[in-house]
Every structure is written in C-alpha cells, then in structure tokens.
C-alpha cells in the first residue's frame, strides 16, 4: 500500500524556520510528479511547490517565492520541503502529493500542521 507520511510541522515563530519531510513507501518519488500543497482553515487547498524530473525543475507560488524551497532526496525517497521567514499567512495544514505522470494516479499524505505564531 503507497504511503507518504508527513512530519517536521510544528510552531514556529514569525520570521523562523521549518523543514517538512515526505517520505514515501512502495512507490519512487523520482518517478511522479512531487508537490507541496497547503489548506489554512477556511480556505482552498493551494499548490505551494512542484517538483519534476527528480527534482532538477522546480516552480513556487508567489507567495512562497524566495523564501521555500523543495526538494527529493533519492536515496531516502523523501521530498523535502524547507521553509524560511516564514510569517502567520503560512499557518496551515501542509500535505504532499505524488501525481503519476504515466498513470492516472494522486496520493496524498495525511498532513502536518504548521502555525507561525508569537
């Protein structure tokens, strides 16, 4: 059974840090399409960062331009993604997604909570 398991959310300080973890089971992130998404409550679910082709091409919302970056570590299986200066507009419930690029497949993590927060 695929799994992408989610952790590195906490509380964290306006202007601080956070590392977020995916790592997965049965599948090779290498091989999918890898993002970031986010839900604060009360609004949509957003795309946050997508990574593609292992991880050499990259795109960022605006919003987290500049300040996230993501990334796979292929020997882990595991997508990353690290979050700077981050502010309260970041508080969330950040999940990560594996979108088959040959199949039609999504899997979804269970998500981790991020509240940025003084």
């Known amino acids: 059974q695929v799994q992408l398991v989610e952790s590195g959310g906490g509380l964290v300080q306006p202007g601080g840090s956070l590392r977020l973890s995916c790592a997965a089971s049965?599948?090779?992130?290498?091989?999918?399409?890898m993002s970031w998404y986010r839900q604060a409550p009360g609004k949509e679910r957003e795309l946050v960062a997508t990574?593609?082709?292992?991880?050499?091409?990259?795109n960022y919302a605006d919003s987290v331009k500049g300040r996230f970056t993501i990334s796979l570590d292929k020997s882990k299986n595991t997508m990353y993604l690290q979050m700077n200066s981050l502010n309260p507009e970041d508080t969330a419930v950040y999940f990560c997604?594996?979108?088959?690029?040959?199949?039609?497949?999504?899997?979804w993590g269970q998500g981790t909570q991020v509240t940025v927060s003084s």
């Open positions: 997604n594996a979108h088959g690029l040959n199949i039609a497949v999504d899997y």
């Open positions: 049965v599948i090779t992130l290498s091989s999918y399409r």
């Open positions: 990574a593609t082709n292992a991880g050499a091409q990259t």
